[in-house]
């Protein structure tokens, strides 16, 4: 930053996933937090729905002695909330709002988004009235706020993400110009559509109509919040170039800047703590394996894993699954590899005979029945990863070289059976797969190789083309990234099972080495580093704020 860059005395982030651990967001808020709370202390203040209301929400702590007159002052303006500190690295402020009661004003809130901004909301459904009824409580919320505790002179800043917060932020656009606005799309809701219904995106992506797409596919409201959010904001962004590209062409808007996604090491277990952990997990992982298939797995056995959605395509499942077949079948592999399918999916709880077994604590040589899963799935019949493994003939019977496990629930620490967190549980593996199609940044092969371990990825995703910017390519490097297209399917799958051959025949000095460099790389994309982005959009949408207040006066 130079000294003509404009920096803001307030910043205000909206999102479904403040307090709310759902998805990837919650994981760019939470580790961000940190960054920004030494920089500026408690004048960062996130907003999110408040789920939990009366019961205990262990993310978060409220503290009634914050800003007790404009609460009360809120709560006569019809404002419903609760004030407090979120629970991860940092504490920053969060204020939880109560959006119930703006369902009574659905429609007129609508009209007025559509005569002030031409949002579309008459083919809205599923959650979409929810969302843009906490996205609307928050712009209401933040309103409140600035008039009752802020001032004019003091520059701030709304940060929406992801259309479900468009409509606040489009609120405060107009009600609080003072404030500048950005928002950020973390994947466009077409793009990710079009992917998911198996249509070719990118090879066809110059010819696509976001407009004409999201009658196709029933997606009109939330594809209008989207587009006019991103078209009168005061800073549009997105989280990756391969998205920036979704955006020019579905809604035809090019990012003002791009944010890539950070990671704090904060989360990373450092020296002995690390050890033991990585000890532990293998220890946990080796004990469900054998409770299920009666194997008994020696310490050199290759873990790979693959987590995240349960999106069969998008997130590379299909691709994963099959390059495991073929990686069974190979004549060259020496060791043992033991493969975790770590996606929740539709399950009743853990398996009560595998529950059992592990409350047993001991060896086991006989399987149970279906010794594929660990959780009792609603509808295994229809269940894409068991169809495929029973299709591939991965049934883990006693002489294969190739396990799979496939875990169909959050790896939270209460799932029953694993008993692990999802950090504590990756420290243990050796190799990560994601071999995606769709993935406008890439999580989870940030946070593999900010716990050590390699991982295969592809030049689809936002985090592959940054790894190959900075020189990565093969797993010696710490990420290997498979160049992926709409047509190379086969190649792709050949590539996946060469990469996890030859890392199953890596000599330990190559693993450890392998081990490091994925480290180094985890180390370039701290948010210390990433944070200058934010600072470009904060001045692009203060720049254009002081530039209204300039016109009022």
């Not at 950070?262 to 050890?275: I, S």
């Not at 890439?442 to 295969?456: D, I, M, Q, R």
Request: glycine share 8%.
């Amino acid at each position: 930053m130079n000294h003509s860059t404009l920096i803001p005395d307030y910043i205000f982030e909206s999102s479904w996933e403040v307090c709310n651990k759902v998805g990837g967001i919650y994981t760019v808020l939470s580790t961000r937090a940190k960054t920004l709370q030494d920089a500026m202390p408690d004048h960062v203040i996130f907003i999110g729905p408040d789920f939990w209301q009366s019961q205990p929400n262990p993310l978060f702590v409220e503290d009634k002695r914050l800003w007790a007159s404009w609460r009360k002052q809120a709560a006569a303006q019809g404002l419903q909330l609760r004030v407090g500190r979120w629970q991860i690295p940092g504490q920053p402020l969060v204020i939880l709002v109560d959006f119930q009661p703006f369902f009574a004003q659905k429609d007129s809130i609508y009209g007025a988004l559509w005569t002030d901004y031409q949002v579309d909301s008459l083919h809205a459904y599923g959650d979409y009235d929810e969302a843009s009824m906490f996205s609307y409580a928050a712009g209401r919320v933040v309103e409140s706020f600035y008039h009752a505790q802020l001032s004019e002179r003091q520059r701030v800043v709304y940060q929406a993400h992801e259309w479900m917060t468009g409509l606040g932020a489009l609120y405060i656009r107009k009600h609080v110009p003072a404030i500048g606005t950005i928002f950020t799309t973390h994947a466009t809701s077409i793009g990710r559509s079009i992917a998911g219904n198996g249509k070719p995106l990118y090879d066809y992506l110059f010819a696509y109509n976001g407009n004409q797409m999201a009658d196709e596919l029933n997606m009109q409201s939330k594809h209008s919040i989207e587009r006019q959010t991103a078209h009168h904001v005061d800073c549009f962004t997105t989280v990756s170039d391969v998205t920036a590209r979704e955006c020019v062409e579905l809604l035809d808007k090019c990012p003002d800047v791009v944010l890539p996604n950070g990671f704090e090491m904060d989360f990373v277990p450092k020296g002995g703590g690390f050890a033991s952990g990585r000890r532990k997990a293998r220890t946990r992982m080796f004990q469900v394996a054998n409770a299920l298939t009666g194997v008994s797995f020696a310490d050199d056995t290759l873990i790979v894993s693959l987590g995240g959605r349960y999106e069969w395509k998008n997130k590379g499942i299909d691709v994963y699954l099959e390059a495991l077949s073929r990686l069974a079948q190979s004549d060259t592999l020496q060791r043992t590899v033991l493969a975790f399918v770590a996606v929740p999916g539709w399950q009743k709880g853990a398996r009560e005979d595998l529950r059992q077994r592990m409350e047993a604590n001991q060896l086991f040589d006989t399987p149970l029945p279906e010794p594929i899963v660990t959780h009792q799935l609603c509808e295994p019949g229809s269940d894409r990863v068991c169809g495929a493994l029973h299709h591939f003939g991965l049934d883990n019977h006693a002489g294969s070289r190739v396990y799979v496990i496939f875990a169909p629930c959050y790896l939270d620490g209460t799932d029953g059976i694993f008993g692990l967190h999802y950090y504590e549980q990756l420290i243990g593996t050796d190799l990560s797969i994601y071999p995606s199609y769709y993935e406008p940044w890439g999580y989870t092969p940030l946070e593999s190789v900010a716990f050590h371990v390699p991982c295969v990825t592809t030049s689809l995703s936002g985090f592959g083309m940054w790894a190959e910017s900075q020189g990565c390519n093969k797993l010696a490097s710490g990420v290997e990234v498979i160049h992926r297209t709409d047509y190379n399917y086969d190649e792709v799958v050949d590539a996946v099972r060469d990469a996890m051959l030859g890392y199953s025949n890596f000599t330990t000095e190559q693993t450890d080495a392998a081990r490091r460099a994925a480290a180094q790389l985890a180390r370039k994309a701290q948010w210390k580093h990433f944070i200058t982005y934010y600072y470009q959009a904060y001045h692009i949408a203060l720049t254009k704020a002081e530039a209204r207040k300039e016109a009022l006066a």
